[in-house]
């Protein structure tokens, strides 16, 4: 019997979401292309290249260098692999807040660099003083989080970024789910507001492109002429990506999700899913939960383990923060209706548990 993908009608921590109906027909169309050989194909390769176009104006970068990666592990890992490339040191360090990803942790172990994770302050986000205390002639680079995995915080970027410069190193920004809702938000984050040179953007999550859609951003060429290897069999002279080989449907889909979305789709989108979110954290609020208030879409939550597990039992797909809190994230999928069913679940969990047990005896 042929296998079917779950729906995503109780999917409520994931970070992807259900591709735009124009992002899944492009992807369909470019199965078989690969953007990796732009002289054998073209079309793709121009399409990468809106792409990065769309990818800069809503990130306010004017010329930009990039790429449509595979996701935030590769585009993360490939600007550790710049700053490493532009160290004078032989023991580089990159400095990032305990908030930051763990594919900050494989680029390190891949490349041989030294990770200093740094605590967080009392709201989650980079605390200034850790990370200034941290750096040092060998920092490479420091990496602040533009909507953390966990709790959605988005860290002092302009701040960050000074501190970097100081220093001379590099300054990225993960902005892997956060970068097509923070446009539409007061929050300091573009390379316009702060000397950024790289930066971590996926269209496959907010953007609501296929999967495989992350984005690499670059300030300028240069810095990806770092990741550059000649290619002696193909028409293009050198490659920039981590993989040879990729998918062009990941790229068409971005391209035409980007095309159909910008700006008002995803402004409207945000909104819905901020209201969504600030729903969601009144209602566990009024049942006496502890909340993390939700400043993006994206609400944490401490819930008795049973209950966690009881719920996940009840085939809602929900995951946890490190220090075990539900962390629901308000994607486009998710619906009010989906909430309210979410909440009565919990509520009739409760009522049951607080129900005492009679013994026969």
């Not at 030294?114 to 967080?120: A, G």
């Not at 009144?282 to 008795?304: F, I, M, N």
């Not at 962390?327 to 679940?345: G, I, N, Q, Y």
Request: hydrophobic fraction near 40%; glycine fraction near 6%.
């Amino acid at each position: 019997m042929q296998a079917e993908p779950q729906a995503f009608d109780r999917v409520l921590s994931s970070m992807c979401t259900e591709p735009h109906p124009a992002a899944r027909k492009a992807a369909e169309r470019f199965l078989a292309t690969n953007p990796g050989d732009p002289g054998t194909y073209p079309t793709i390769s121009a399409l990468e290249d809106d792409a990065v176009s769309l990818l800069g104006e809503i990130t306010e970068l004017p010329e930009p260098a990039g790429y449509v990666a595979s996701g935030g592990t590769e585009a993360n890992i490939q600007a550790v692999r710049i700053a490493r490339e532009r160290a004078d040191s032989r023991r580089p360090n990159v400095v990032m807040p305990e908030s930051g990803h763990f594919s900050f942790q494989k680029a390190a172990d891949i490349l041989g660099v030294e990770l200093r994770i740094v605590p967080t302050d009392d709201d989650h986000r980079a605390d200034l003083e850790a990370i200034n205390s941290s750096v040092d002639d060998e920092t490479a680079m420091i990496v602040g989080v533009a909507g953390t995995t966990e709790y959605g915080r988005v860290d002092p970027i302009p701040a960050l970024g000074e501190i970097a410069k100081d220093v001379g190193a590099l300054f990225h920004v993960d902005a892997a789910w956060g970068g097509f809702v923070l446009p539409f938000t007061d929050y300091e984050w573009t390379f316009a507001d702060a000397p950024i040179d790289t930066m971590t953007i996926d269209p496959h999550k907010v953007g609501q492109a296929a999967v495989p859609a992350g984005g690499l951003l670059a300030r300028s060429s240069e810095l990806l002429d770092e990741l550059a290897v000649d290619t002696p069999y193909l028409e293009s002279t050198s490659q920039a990506t981590l993989s040879g080989t990729r998918s062009g449907a990941g790229v068409a889909s971005a391209a035409a999700a980007m095309e159909t979305l910008w700006p008002t789709g995803y402004r409207e989108e945000y909104h819905r899913s901020q209201r969504n979110a600030a729903w969601l954290a009144e209602a566990l609020e009024k049942r006496g939960y502890e909340v993390v208030d939700p400043t993006l879409p994206l609400v944490a939550a401490r819930l008795p383990r049973s209950t966690f597990d009881a719920l996940r039992a009840k085939g809602w797909r929900i995951s946890r923060t490190a220090t075990g809190e539900l962390r629901v994230v308000c994607m486009p999928h998710v619906t009010r209706e989906m909430l309210a069913s979410f909440v009565a679940d919990l509520d009739r969990l409760e009522v049951r548990a607080s129900v005492p047990v009679v013994s026969d005896d």
